[in-house]
Nanobody, 125 residues
């Protein structure tokens, strides 16, 4: 069982930056592919970024590429999402996810079997 706890969300002006963190419990973190997704009311959860277990492979949604960076520290059981040049349309609840079976990364919700409770990111104009 993996438990995920996100932190770092908040209110920021457009053009600003935030760094989200996701702390994972359990001894399997270093073998888990990790992902970040986001969701706004009335919409489906959408992929943001993912990173393979050893950090060697990353993938991003086109909408955040070159602005967001995903990274991980396996010694701290933590995955990060550095968000720069934030836009109003980045406003959402951001969820951390872990996969116990993916080999590399996936942009599909179905690829992940553990989820955090989410953290709100609000970008004002």
């Amino acid at each position: 069982q993996v438990q995920l706890v996100e932190s770092g969300g908040g209110l920021v002006q457009a053009g600003g930056s935030l760094r989200l963190s996701c702390a994972a419990s359990g001894r399997t973190f270093s073998r888990n592919t990790m992902g970040w997704f986001r969701q706004t009311p009335g919409k489906e959860r959408e992929f943001v970024a993912a990173i393979s277990s050893n950090g060697g492979t990353t993938s991003y949604a086109d909408s955040v590429k070159y602005r967001f960076t995903i990274s991980r520290d396996n010694a701290k059981n933590t995955v990060y999402l550095q968000m720069n040049i934030l836009k109003v349309e980045d406003t959402a609840v951001y969820y951390c996810a872990a996969s116990s079976w993916l080999y590399l990364t996936s942009s599909h919700v179905s690829g992940y079997d553990y989820w955090g409770q989410g953290t709100q990111v609000t970008v004002s104009s």
